[in-house]
Every structure is written in C-alpha cells, then in structure tokens.
C-alpha cells in the first residue's frame, strides 16, 4: 500500500464550544437525567404506597368474632390503606399481632363495634401516603411533559428523533489506506487530482499566492474505470477525512429530507477537515433541471439547491473538497459545473495497453504466478476491459486454479478468464451434429483465413475454437499489435472483410449459409453503415454523407433530418460499400480454399487452434509486429462468431 507522507491523520479537537453536535448531547443527557430520577422517585412512591401490615392474617368475620369474644386486645385503623391493625389473646393465653382488610363502607361498623367493646383504639389517617397518592399522578405527568419538551427542542434544533443523518460511511485518516500507488493504468487522472491533494496537505502554500483550489471534482467515464478508489487515494495521500455516499441516498419522498442531509454531511465533514466528500452516481440527482419543477422534483431540487449552496461557501468551513462521479457527464446540470462549484472535471477513461498491464501487475500481487504468464500478451487479450473488468479476470483465473488444483495461475487460465468474462462459461452440453460442427469449423476457419491473408489488416487471428461458449458455437479471436486510436478506410474495409469470412466460406463449402454468421452479419452492416453516414467513407467519396452527423436513421445536429433521397443514397453506398467487401472476402477464399481446408480439419480434430498453428497451416508469415508470442498474443478489435441463434446473434 502507498501511503501519504506523515503517517496516520492525528486526532483534530472539535470546533468552539466543543462542537455544532455538543448543545444536543447536554440536552439529551439532561433530559435522560431527569427521566430517570423521575421514574426512579416514581417507582419508590409505589413502594411506599403499598400496605406495610404484619401480623396473622385474619378475615373480617374472624376479626368481628374476636372483638365480640372479647380476646382483641388493641386496634389501629389505617384509613388509606384500609386495614385493621393490632394484638388478640390466644387461646392459651399468649398474645399474636393480627392485621384484617377493611371495606370503605365498613369501616365505621368496625369502629362502632370496636368501641362498644371497650378495646383501646387508634386512628391513622396516614396523611404520607395521602401525599403520596397525589405524587404517583403528578410524576408521571412531569415524565411526558419532559418528553414533550424534548421533542419540541429537539424538533426546533433538528436533532434527536428529528435529527436526520446524511448516512455517509466515514473513512477516518487512520489505518489502512488507499493512495496513489494502488492506482493503476490512470496516469493522466492522478496527476491532474495531485493538485487537489496538495491542496488539502497545505492549503497555507496557496492561500500565500492568492490560489483557490478547486472547489469541487467531477470524475467522469466509464464504470468500473476506478473513481471511486481515485478519490479515495485522494484522501489517503492528503491524509484526510473521506465521507462516501451514493447520490440516491439523499433524496426521499418526504420533501426537505435530502437538503438536511447535505446540511449534516457538510458539518461533519467540516468537523474532519481537511476532508474529502465523495457523491457517486450524482447525474441520478443532478440531472438537467426543468423550467418548472413538477411537485415530484421539488425534493430532488431542493437537495441540488442545498449542495450548490455548500460549495458556494456560503457556510465557511476548513478544507473540504467535494468530488462526485458519473458515468453520463452530458446529463448534470449546468449550475452543477459551473465555475466555482464543479469546476475541475476529471476524465476517467479505459485503461490503454501500458495501463492494463499495469493493473493486471497490481492485481496479481498476492497471487502465485507461473512463469508462462505474459502480463503484456494478457494486456492485448483485453481490448476495452475496465479496471474491474481486469481484475475480475484475474480472480477468475485464480478460481480456475483452485477449482483445478493447479499451484499457479498460468497464461492459459487468464486466456479462459477473458473467454468466460466476455462470452460466459464454456458450453459443454450443446450438443451438435456432425454436419453443424463441420459448419462451425469452416466458419470460423473462414474468418482466419482472411485475417492471414490480408496482410495489412489490423487484426490477426489469436486463437480459433469451435468449443461452445455462451451464445456463440465457436469463436476467432483477433489481436492487435497496439491500441488503435484512428483507422483508415482501407483497415475498415479489411474488417469487413474478415467479418463476412465464415459466411461466404459456409457457401463456399455447402453451396448455402447458415444462421451461423448472423452477429457477423450485424457487425458488417453496422460498420457500413457508419463508415457511410458518419466517417464520408462510401464509395462516391464525400457526397451526401458530409451532412449527415450521427446515425443516418434520424439523430441529426439542429433538427435536420435527411429527405427520403439522401436515406436512399445512404443505402446504396452502404450496399455498394458491403458489396466491394463480399467481392474481395469471396475472392480471396476462392483463391485460398486449401488454407482453408486444411484449418478447418485441424479445427475439428483439435477444436482450438493458436496463431502458430494457424500460421503453419496456411503457411502465411503475419506481419512483424503480429507474430505469435510465446505465451500469446494480444487480442481485440473485430470478432468472428459463429452463433447459435436463427437471428441476429449478440454482440460482444
């Protein structure tokens, strides 16, 4: 792990006063103080209201008997607790203390009764537990009405049971952390968020130049490309606070809810400073908004309204630096990127060829490794992978290891773990005719044959196989000797080429195609398509397509739509386009039918064929830069699939 300079953040005192939150812990102490002295004295006026008599107990009539037998010695009425108290003589002469309960409307009939037999008498009206009585309905009211004020403060201040929490998870600046060295393959995004560290390290150094730093960082692109642990090395290199929260999280139905929690993520975060807030997936609350918000917005607005108010710093706080994500950018509100607010916008893009090696490396750290593993034939493997995605790759070869019991990952286990991460598991039980697997061997066969016989297509074959994976019966994958940033009309028309390879040597060999080659089908037509309306690549040159922007089906610039005449021409040289294509593909297969024989029978009797065995079968030499690797080559760009669907297949 990488870490910031310093060692672990030391503990920051709170601000004046012991912080915004310690008015509200006095209260709720207070308040639970006296609750509990009031139930306490609650529970011990019951106690003492309850009869306190010993003595044998005796019934009424057993008591009346007594006093007309003359054995009652003395008697004492206790008028609240309704009893009749005092000693008797036994039989044998000996005295006992007797205790009898009396009825209200009885009492004077005891007493009567008592005096007529001369037994010495008391009365104790008990005027204690007179007040007592008063006390065990007076408390109980003084605790509801403490809770009721608690309630009414509470609610005036925000707090306690009307308190509302952002929810964000805090990661403090103490243990395990995340900096700039768990990142991989995003060199351009880490030296632009390095300002934004340095900042929240010592913001003095730019106060002195009169520098602000930038409020807010939107990180946009792709998922799984990183943003999240971005801002979090952010956080770990700066060595401050990081509060992560997902933008869903603060809006409900109630309206109001979500301002609050803004309100309280900017105080704790101020609190922490210098900190990092971090709001992921924020174009699901700060998308465009609408001239009149309709009465179901009103919350997710007033949730904007409050975050555009913190990071105009109308509540000045410490060093506190907003960063959020998205995967849509084009869809955020303009007051959102403002100047001033999200004004530093990050690109997070896919990782190039050097960038996935280098992720690949940092993720099999903590794995064995087998020497085979080639880290840059790997990185080619993954054209258009994520960081996530190249990861999951190499924890999926690690499963495969275990699950095999192999001691290592090898380079064959990460060429499975791409397979299975780009088509799904292997499809063992598909079973197929003869006949279908000879089709299958010659389609796929057709597009190898083609790639080697171009010499200067981009792409080359890397591995044939006919095993059944996913929705696809078999499979040719190209590689790349390098990322392509442009291609000319001629490397597009070589793709096409390539992609009606196992639809031409299907009719080729059989005399008819099959639903086999529908994705290529797709593929070609998509490609044409957009090589027409979009890149001026037909074959009249220019023409009409210079005014088509964007798909020619009607997405256009300023409202113009192409007339019916223009979407006519579009499709002849579209057509004209895939025709040159076929004539060419159709050619070349003629020409080799040989190679192609003969990759097809090795196909069937070996079911996957790599780039050397392709090569020695069609003795064709690739270019240079596309000879075979030891551990493999590269792979990308365009793929022949044979598909099992009567339609058009998916895609990659």
């Known amino acids: 792990m990488t870490h910031g300079p310093g060692g672990p953040a030391p503990a920051r005192p709170a601000g004046p006063g012991g912080g915004p939150d310690k008015p509200d812990r006095r209260l709720g102490t207070a308040v639970a103080l006296a609750v509990a002295l009031l139930l306490a004295a609650y529970a011990a006026v019951v106690v003492y209201s309850q009869p306190h008599v010993g003595g044998e107990r005796v019934s009424y009539t057993a008591f009346l008997n007594l006093v007309r037998a003359g054995s009652v010695q003395s008697a004492e009425v206790l008028d609240v607790d309704s009893y009749v108290v005092g000693s008797y003589a036994r039989p044998d002469g000996t005295s006992a203390r007797f205790s009898t309960p009396l009825l209200k409307e009885s009492r004077d009939t005891a007493v009567d009764l008592i005096t007529r037999a001369e037994v010495p008498l008391t009365i104790d009206q008990q005027n204690g537990k007179r007040a007592a009585a008063l006390f065990s309905f007076l408390l109980p009211t003084m605790v509801l009405a403490v809770l009721f004020l608690y309630l009414i403060l509470s609610h005036r201040r925000g707090t306690g049971l009307f308190g509302i929490s952002s929810g964000a998870r805090r990661f403090a600046g103490t243990g395990e952390k995340v900096g700039f060295g768990d990142v991989a393959g995003q060199d351009d995004a880490v030296a632009e968020l390095r300002e934004v560290t340095d900042f929240l390290a010592d913001p003095s150094r730019f106060a002195a130049l009169g520098a602000v730093a930038p409020k807010g960082v939107l990180l946009a692109g792709p998922p799984g490309c990183g943003k999240t642990l971005l801002a979090r090395a952010v956080a770990g290199e700066a060595q401050a606070a990081f509060f992560s929260l997902a933008a ?3 809006v409900e139905m109630y309206v109001g809810v979500g301002a609050a929690r803004v309100r309280d993520l900017f105080v704790q975060a101020r609190e922490a400073a210098p900190a990092i807030v971090f709001i992921d997936e924020i174009d699901s609350l700060g998308a465009r908004r609408a001239g009149s918000a309709l009465s179901g917005d009103s919350e997710r607005e007033q949730t904007v309204n409050q975050i555009l108010v913190e990071l105009d710093g109308f509540a000045a706080g410490g060093a506190v630096v907003v960063m959020a994500a998205t995967n849509r950018p084009d869809l955020l509100d303009p007051a959102l990127v403002r100047p001033g607010r999200f004004d530093r916008l990050v690109n997070v893009t896919l990782p190039d060829r050097a960038g996935r090696r280098a992720v690949l490396e940092l993720h099999a750290r903590g ?16 054209q258009g992978f994520s960081g996530a995605d190249l990861a999951n790759v190499l924890n999926e070869a690690a499963l495969l290891a275990a699950r095999r019991r192999q001691p290592a990952v090898t380079m064959a286990l990460v060429e499975e773990a791409v397979d299975r991460a780009v088509l799904g598991i292997s499809s063992r039980g598909t079973v197929l005719t003869d006949g279908e697997r000879r089709r299958v061997a010659w ?21 044939l196989t006919i095993v059944p994976r996913g929705a696809t019966l078999g499979r040719c994958v190209f590689a790349a000797g390098h990322d392509r940033v442009l291609e000319s009309r001629s490397e597009l028309a070589d793709e096409m080429v390539v992609g009606l390879g196992g639809w031409l040597a299907e009719d080729l060999v059989f005399g008819e195609p099959s639903s086999a080659g529908s994705t290529d089908l797709a593929r070609v037509g998509r490609l044409a398509r957009r090589m027409v309306s979009e890149l001026g690549m037909g074959q009249g040159g220019l023409g009409a397509s210079v005014l088509a922007t964007g798909d020619h089906a009607g997405d256009h610039a300023g409202g113009w739509a192409p007339s019916d005449e223009v979407r006519r021409r579009f499709d002849e040289e579209a057509m004209a386009v895939v025709e040159g294509a076929r004539a060419r593909a159709a050619d070349l297969l003629a020409r080799s039918r040989p190679a192609l024989d003969r990759v097809a029978e090795a196909l069937l009797a070996r079911e996957t064929l ?3 065995e392709l090569v020695e079968l069609t003795s064709t030499t690739p270019l240079a830069e596309h000879r075979p690797r030891p551990a493999g080559g590269p792979a990308g760009g365009i793929e022949g699939e044979a598909d099992r669907s009567t339609t058009a297949g998916p895609g990659r």
Do not use: M
């Open 610 to 612: 790599t780039l050397g």
């Open 248 to 250: 869903s999280d603060l």
């Open 443 to 463: 389609h796929e066969a057709g597009h190898a044959v083609l790639a080697l016989a171009l010499k200067g297509t981009a792409h080359v074959p890397h591995k």
């Open 367 to 382: 794995k064995p490794l087998a020497p085979d593993l080639d880290f840059e034939a790997a990185a080619g493997l993954t």
